[in-house]
């Protein structure tokens, strides 16, 4: 017998997930990419942290790339606080500073869990709605 490998777990997990749950899938992985930037930055491993703060810019740039800024009123602040953080992460990389990157994490993790409420809201209302915020995902 055969049994499935994480990695086809992960597929079938991302493939079936709702444009809100990916978005939440995203702030996931961009919040434990910056902590493990802290964690590398704080022991001085340049390399391990400049690789996870790339990761990290990856996300927002794709993040900012998906967003439909005319789908609600707040579209375009979003795209603008995307744009920041890109360029804070560009700073908390080339400078080497923790405190960069804590910055980032503490304006990431309230928009997580704004994220995952949408998505939770939505798994139990059914279609989602400009009001919702969910509809800045293309």
Known sequence: M??????????????SATPAQLVT???DRL????????AAQSEENWVAAGAH???AQD???ELA?????????????????Y??????LIAANVQRDVRITRECSEHLGPLRW???AAAEGLASSGTPTAEQGIAVVA
């Open 59 to 61: 996300i927002i740039t």
């Open 83 to 88: 744009t920041y953080l890109g360029s804070r």
């Open 65 to 81: 790339n998906s967003l439909d800024v005319d789908a609600w009123a707040g579209g375009r602040d979003l795209l603008a606080l």
């Open 2 to 15: 055969t049994y499935p490998s994480t990695n086809d777990y992960l597929r079938e997990t991302v493939l």
């Open 53 to 55: 703060l790339l990761h």
């Open 114 to 116: 704004a994220w995952l």
């Open 31 to 38: 919040l434990l990419d910056l902590a493990r930037a802290e």
């Open 25 to 27: 899938m995203l702030y």
